[in-house]
């Protein structure tokens, strides 16, 4: 019981810090008249990511590299098959040229050089695999180029000022806000990790499996309620980008990040994996020329999320 406890309080309190870090991150922005637009691509965009860095930064720390590569492969398989097949139901979600032709096949990109970098057991036929702290420079590098095209096109997206906060609290609020969401963020990152160990022993099961399935889905739980709310409110171009820009985030910066703090082992089993989130991400590409062209329809939502679950039983079995 104390277990199933853990894992519950732990994902709650790592959402609620999120929300308390993105609300008084934004509040302090808007003081020093940070734009609405810019607040959307940074303090908000990188706030729907925190709990899987905080979640990755915990596991890599107390050497569960396995939960660590697991909640970043989990995650991003769960954000393009669960949360856009979601999104897509509830409405069509057509997207621009840019979107289509670069912001996708960029995540792509995110995880093939993953794939060269965590095999390094057979490209140079070392003894293991390991992200090493310059794998984990190498990929903050790509972050950053990606950060720059984000501001780049930042004029282009409509509707993204409407997912943030509204409210503008007075400076020492903001700054006890900030500092209750990096704390929750840190407890229930730790709660969550110790609650998937344990929960692997119980059941007799790999902590990849946990960390790819339980631990990914509950830290992606900030990427479905923006996704979902932006597809209800007609605005794809938010639904898809916040997807794809999360996917990317989780193997550029939250691995990267990881990585440089400490070297982390790669699983050869983990490939598999590595191969879903690649044929994913090229499903979600094939998509955008069936039927309604560059559109994720609602057929195509329906198809997401039964593979989804076939990938699902497939971990389970």
């Known amino acids: 019981m104390l277990l199933y406890f853990k894992f519950i309080v732990g994902f709650a309190v790592i959402i609620k810090g999120a929300d308390f870090l993105v609300d008084g991150s934004s509040s302090i922005a808007r003081r020093f008249r940070v734009s609405e637009l810019v607040i959307g691509l940074t303090v908000v965009a990188f706030g729907t990511s925190t709990p899987e860095l905080f979640v990755n930064i915990v596991a890599s720390l107390k050497g569960n590299s396995e939960i660590a590569i697991g ?3 989990g995650s991003n398989i769960a954000n393009i098959l669960l949360i856009l097949g979601i999104s897509s139901i509830i409405c069509p979600l057509s997207v621009t040229k840019g979107t289509v032709w ?17 095999n390094d057991q057979f490209i140079d036929k070392n003894g293991i695999s390991l992200l090493t702290r310059i794998d984990g420079l190498v990929l903050l590098s790509f972050f950053i180029i990606f950060l720059y095209y984000s501001f780049s096109i930042a004029k282009e997206i409509e509707g993204i000022e409407t997912h943030v906060p509204l409210k503008e609290h007075g400076l020492a609020k903001s ?7 990096l704390g929750g963020l840190c407890f229930g990152g730790d709660w969550i990790v110790e609650g998937a160990v344990d929960l692997a022993l119980k059941l007799g099961i790999s902590q990849s499996v946990v960390g790819l399935t339980i631990v990914a889905v509950g830290t992606s739980l900030p990427e479905l309620a923006t996704s979902a709310v932006a597809a209800h409110r007609g605005k794809p171009d938010i639904a898809v980008g916040n997807v794809v820009g999360s996917n990317i985030f989780n193997i550029f910066f939250v691995l990267g990040v990881s990585a440089v703090i400490k070297p ?3 699983n050869s089993r983990s490939n598999i994996d590595i191969g879903v989130v690649i044929l994913a991400s090229l499903l979600l590409f094939t998509f955008m020329f069936t ?4 559109s994720i ?4 939502g329906v198809v997401s999320l039964m593979l989804y679950g076939a990938y699902l039983v497939f971990q389970i079995i």
Do not use: C, H, T, Y
């Open 291 to 294: 039927g309604q062209k560059r």
């Open 102 to 118: 670069k912001e996708i096949p960029f995540s792509l990109l995110a995880a093939i050089v993953l794939g060269m970098m965590a």
């Open 264 to 266: 982390i082992p790669f």
């Open 175 to 181: 700054v006890l806000l900030v500092m209750l969401g």
């Open 71 to 73: 909640n970043i492969l």
């Open 297 to 300: 329809d609602r057929w195509e």
